[in-house]
């Protein structure tokens, strides 16, 4: 059974760092891309970036370049989501996602880490 | 602003046939496929259709297609707890980003 479990919820102060997971089970963590999405409170769906663990080939949307990095350490099949520097407005739910439908489309998603922000 | 357009809100009566639209252009709609995502209650997304494909578990009532640079996803016999938030998303080669749609709101009455 594929899975994508993510690293319980945090609760930071602005300007701090911070690193979330997501651990891949149930099939070739290398062989699929992991991407990440971001939903703010009451809002959609955010694409943030996408990393395939085989090669760390990495991309990240125009309006989270610079922001965040994506990584994956393939021995532990397990992708990261981090921040050097938070500012309240980080304050979000973040979300992995497999990419391994038909075409570039999702197929499983990871539960979700509420990621919260506040001095 | 999102990439892909899609309703704010739907609804529709138990047993009926609701359609959800989404639509791109040809840089993303027009030139891969499209995945449909359900969210119930800002729960965790769910993938309900991947191309015109049902992932394992779904039912049937769900189906998928596309025509041009318009994907639509439609539910045959609307049950209670198919009440739930709808997300379209699909890759842009212009912009080397997935995108997202901005959900459309369903509402079983």
């Known amino acids: 059974e594929v899975q994508l479990v993510q690293s319980g919820a945090e609760v930071k102060k602005p300007g701090e760092s911070l690193k979330i997971s997501c651990k891949g089970s149930g099939y070739s963590f290398t062989s699929y891309w992991i991407g990440w999405v971001r939903q703010m409170p009451g809002k959609g769906l955010e694409w943030m970036g996408i990393i395939y663990p085989g090669d760390s080939d990495t991309r990240y949307s125009p309006s989270f370049q610079g922001q965040v990095t994506i990584s994956a350490d393939k021995s532990i099949s397990t992708a990261y989501l981090q921040w050097s520097s938070l500012k309240a407005s980080d304050t979000a739910m973040y979300y992995c996602?497999?990419?391994?439908?038909?075409?570039?489309?999702?197929?499983?998603w990871g539960q979700g880490t509420l990621v919260t922000v506040s001095s | 602003q999102s990439a892909l357009t899609q309703e704010a809100s739907v609804s529709g009566t138990v047993g009926q046939k609701v359609t959800l639209s989404c639509t791109g252009n040809?840089?993303?709609?027009?030139?891969?496929?499209v995945g449909w995502y359900q969210q119930i209650s800002h729960g965790a997304p769910k993938t309900v259709m991947f191309g015109n494909s049902l992932p394992s578990g779904i039912p049937d009532r769900f189906s998928g297609s596309k025509s041009g640079t318009t994907a639509s996803l439609t539910i045959s016999g609307l049950q209670p707890e198919d009440e739930a938030d709808y997300y379209c998303s699909t890759w842009d080669y212009s912009l080397s980003a997935q995108v997202f749609g901005g959900g459309t709101k369903l509402t079983v009455l």
């Open positions: 996602a497999r990419r391994g439908g038909v075409g570039a489309t999702i197929d499983y």
């Open positions: 040809s840089n993303n709609i027009g030139s891969y496929a």
